[in-house]
């Protein structure tokens, strides 16, 4: 079969992916036109033999991979063509080099340098004379030759010092030998690190890496990135490197063939290692090994904040919702079951009995008034207290009450957006507008804060920032392209995330639809400023409009196949109402002369499955939660105790739960299942609920360890071994 669209690249691609060169080539193509990872596993199918986002991301990453491999080899031909060195073997091993690294090793000699040792020995003459101790052996008496009283090079000593230096460079720009010493660092290098000199005061959080030592290939990645930070901080010095003598036996293999001059060739190899190679190679593995720590921990961030994003909302209902406090009072806010802002104020619960009681009267006079269906509570600061107030308040009608996670609320009522749409509120208004906000739809409030803000990752402030935000940027715009997007409801923040629309997009639908009020069809988009052809097929399927006339409209149905689901209710002689209300008219219905060039079964069934639930939201039904009453705070805690909790961040090393006393305990991995976890990831998810057993408890320092299985070990055993040593 001849690929429809050609890149240099796709058979390679689909060589290492295990797909077949057919998709790589289609996923290629769909994003070079514009197509975003959302639209294109849910609406073309077809064209990729029904990849999943996952897959069409690995794809495009892949190439852009490639494609920064093929740059730099071309900056590198251009550098060498132009000064005349791109000939013979060094352009066959550039132009089949499958590595930047390979590239790299390759182009080093060749590199245009700073003045270095060698090259002032080259200045000198004196690279004659390495070349015959590298190769031939002889020592001082060849090295006589070299010297003359009125010369740069007045000794036998100078003239065998500068030939080592040269010597030492050659053998560092060898590339099969840096191919040898980075398999040697790779398998045997061991990770290393010691308190700085006159910091052990300062340094006390990196106590445990004080004296430490673990082969590094296998070091988990959450404890390099602690390394590693305790050395950004000045903390602690570390080392990555094998032994030496093995090392200095692997060059001595390589390069000593006589026995006479050996003693020179050895102090130019242990020279080149010391001062060249060991440097360079431990900076490779430093930057390898943070690489791939830093991918496991943009992993687990995407999945922890994939699991917030989803959480199950509470929907459209009237929301009191208060952001506690204790010495400034508590903000509180009414919210529509749109959300929009009814009426603000500041009770003070925890103050004297005359605020405590007009603080209940006004709470209960805005629960009737306004019909308030739910209570959301912020879970920061005198929440507990609020909370315990507020049912003692024996509220009629009675609210469910809630307590909401508030992280990053604070960053969000500084914002931009914040100050947008609430111009002329105080910060700790907005504020708790946005807690009660959570609570509606946690998705559609917090795609309004930077990822990062959200605190659901681990080390995420070490990590690439770079390749960070753009891993949590495709997992938000993943979430809210699979939950939908109300058209008429949702703010700027929202719409902005939606397949091929952007910030400036957003702003113009929702400039037009408070200009021209809300939009009756999908079709309408295309009224709208700079919203074309291209940013209208990738966006209007993520899009609804529950008011819409037309049924379609309502659903995650294609504008693009409208006139196909109309032709299918016209052959059964039914219409997309009826259609969507019976089960039976769905199954009477064969698919298969409906497939086209165009439009497979794949497209056919999900559209199917799409008119038996229009306008499906994939999130799970909302439940009330509660923490124990009378656990407020830690001194409450007591061993043994087990409690309700909710996982509020999941990492490489265990879980941390909110038990609701203001304190995250945590569930080390050990502890999470009785049996063996491998992946925490696998076991608990941020947000689930879960009975957690207090096991330990470090009350001044603020530290509960919990355990979630049914026989937990006890609290100084709950930590596996890990695969590393004390020195000395």
């Not at 077949?20 to 199918?45: C, H, M, N, S, W």
Request: glycine fraction near 6%; charged fraction near 25%; include cysteine.
């Amino acid at each position: 079969m001849t690929l429809a669209f050609a890149d240099p690249y796709t058979d390679s691609i689909a060589a290492d992916l295990q797909l077949r060169p057919q998709q790589v080539a289609a996923v290629l193509e769909l994003l070079a036109d514009g197509a975003t990872l959302p639209f294109i596993a849910r609406y073309r199918k077809e064209r990729t033999g029904s990849l999943d986002e996952v897959a069409i991301a690995a794809v495009r990453d892949a190439h852009a991979s490639r494609d920064a491999l093929e740059k730099r080899r071309a900056a590198i031909v251009a550098s060498l063509s132009e000064r005349e060195l791109y000939v013979d073997d060094l352009k066959v091993a550039i132009d089949s080099a499958i590595s930047l690294r390979q590239l790299e090793d390759l182009y080093l000699p060749h590199r245009p340098k700073r003045r270095t040792r060698a090259s002032v020995a080259r200045e000198r003459g004196l690279e004659p004379l390495a070349r015959q101790l590298l190769h031939e052996g002889a020592a001082e008496q060849v090295a006589a030759a070299f010297v003359a009283a009125d010369s740069a090079v007045p000794t036998v000593a100078e003239a065998l010092a500068g030939a080592r230096d040269i010597i030492a460079e050659w053998v560092s720009e060898d590339a099969p030998t840096r191919a040898a010493l980075r398999e040697l660092f790779a398998a045997k290098a061991c990770l290393t690190s010691s308190v700085v000199a006159d910091k052990t005061a300062q340094a006390q959080k990196f106590s445990d890496y004080f004296d430490w030592s673990e082969k590094a290939a296998t070091v988990p990645s959450h404890r390099l990135l602690a390394i590693l930070r305790g050395e950004n901080e000045g903390c602690l010095k570390v080392g990555l490197r094998p032994e030496a003598d093995e090392a200095l036996a692997l060059l001595q293999r390589r390069f000593i063939r006589r026995q006479h001059s050996v003693e020179q060739l050895r102090l130019a190899l242990e020279d080149s290692y010391r001062r060249l190679l060991a440097p360079a190679m431990e900076t490779e593995l430093r930057n390898q090994l943070k690489q791939k720590a830093d991918s496991e921990a943009i992993r687990v961030f995407r999945a922890n904040l994939r699991e917030l994003l989803m959480a199950a909302p509470l929907g459209q209902k009237a929301i009191l919702a208060i952001d506690p406090g204790f010495r400034t009072g508590c903000k509180l806010v009414c919210l529509d079951p749109q959300g929009k802002l009814l009426h603000h104020a500041v009770i003070y619960p925890t103050m004297s009995e005359r605020a405590v009681a007009e603080a209940g009267q006004l709470l209960q006079e805005l629960v009737r008034r306004h019909a308030i269906e739910a209570i959301a509570i912020g879970n920061g600061t005198a929440s507990r207290e609020t909370e315990a107030f507020v049912r003692r308040c024996g509220l009629q009608p009675q609210p469910i009450i809630v307590q909401v996670s508030e992280s990053g609320a604070s960053i969000y009522s500084a914002s931009e957006i914040a100050r947008q749409e609430f111009p002329d509120l105080d910060l700790t208004v907005r504020g708790a507008i946005s807690i009660g906000r959570r609570l509606a739809d946690p998705l559609a409030e917090l795609v309004k804060l930077d990822p990062g803000s959200i605190g659901v990752g681990q080390y995420q402030h070490d990590v690439d920032q770079v390749a960070l935000k753009a891993a949590l940027d495709d997992t938000v715009a993943s979430c809210v392209n699979s939950v939908g997007v109300e058209l008429n409801t949702a703010s700027a923040a929202l719409l902005a995330y939606v397949s091929g629309l952007g910030p400036q997009l957003a702003r113009n639908i929702v400039a037009h639809r408070d200009a021209q009020g809300p939009f009756g069809s999908k079709a309408e988009l295309k009224k709208v400023k700079r919203l074309g052809p291209k940013a209208f097929e990738q966006a209007a399927g993520f899009l609804r409009i529950r008011t819409a006339a037309d049924p379609l409209d309502r659903s995650a149905v294609h504008p693009e196949r409208f006139a196909l689901v109309r032709r299918i209710c016209r052959d059964h002689h039914t219409c997309v109402t009826e259609l969507m209300a019976s089960a039976e008219k769905r199954q009477a219905i064969d698919l298969r002369p409906y497939c086209d060039d165009e439009v497979g079964l794949p497209t056919l069934t999900d559209i199917l499955a799409e008119l038996a639930r229009p306008g499906r939201d994939p999130r799970q039904q909302f439940e009330v939660f509660a923490f124990a009453e009378g656990i407020e705070k830690i001194s409450d805690v007591q061993v043994g105790m087990r409690l309700p909790g909710i996982v509020t961040n999941v990492t490489n090393f265990g879980a941390f739960i909110d038990i609701g006393v203001h304190q995250d305990g945590l569930a080390h991995i050990s502890q999470l299942a009785d049996s063996f976890v491998a992946d925490p990831a696998t076991v608990v998810k941020v947000g689930q609920r879960v009975q957690a057993l207090v096991i330990a408890l470090d009350v001044p320092r603020k530290r509960i360890s919990l355990s979630l299985r049914s026989a937990p070990a006890a609290a100084n055993g709950d930590r596996a071994a890990p695969a590393a040593r004390r020195r000395g």
